[in-house]
């Protein structure tokens, strides 16, 4: 984080001088959609530690709060971070309570709440943090997830963002480019 302005500064140098000005905007916005992505990501591992705690509690599980806390924690680990945290929470239950209701309840707890971040939450959190539709997101993590796998679903969705944000201008100003005489023009217009 200490050398970041540094390898900013040598990355742009790479660049010829008449681009290093839309090349240093390009890094800034990159730079800046995956400190957005990361923000989304501590703030979707908090919500299920929270919702985690209180389902916890609620089933009168023994060490609700350090077990909400491993599950905040892996949650930040893309696609098998929170099959561990829920692996752990379970066996807990287990070794602590009655199979039924509580063990089981946990477990369909799990089940139910990781369906809701993976198709609510996160796609929303993510909208909002990274300013993509939530289907964007969606989508940009199961590709990205399809191709590379676990770096690909870390990566993927900052650099859809980043893609986004850097074709913007590119798009916008070729639909507001003049027509030319090929142009085809409305009916009725001469």
């Given at each position: ?18 681009r ?72 807990v ?8 209701p ?36 969606l ?11 676990l ?40």
């Amino acid at each position: 984080m200490v050398d970041l302005p540094r390898l900013r500064r040598g990355l742009v140098r790479l660049f010829p001088k008449r681009r290093r000005r839309a090349v240093n905007e390009a890094v800034n916005i990159v730079i800046d959609k995956v400190g957005a992505y990361m923000i989304g990501n501590l703030i979707i591992s908090a919500i299920a530690g929270v919702a985690t705690f209180i389902a916890l509690e609620a089933l009168r599980i023994p060490f609700a709060l350090p077990l909400a806390f491993w599950v905040a924690i892996t949650d930040l680990i893309p696609m098998v971070g929170a099959a561990l945290g829920a692996i752990v929470c379970v066996i807990v239950a287990f070794a602590t309570s009655n199979l039924w209701p509580q063990t089981i309840l946990v477990i369909a707890f799990f089940a139910l709440y990781q369906q809701f971040e993976n198709y609510f939450i996160a796609p929303r959190v993510m909208r909002n943090s990274v300013q993509m539709p939530a289907l964007a997101v969606l989508l940009a993590a199961l590709l990205g997830g399809s191709v590379l796998g676990l770096v690909g679903a870390l990566m993927a969705i900052p650099i859809a963002a980043a893609v986004r944000v850097i074709l913007a201008p590119v798009l916008r100003a070729r639909d507001e480019e003049p027509a030319g005489p090929d142009s085809i023009q409305p009916d009725g217009a001469d």
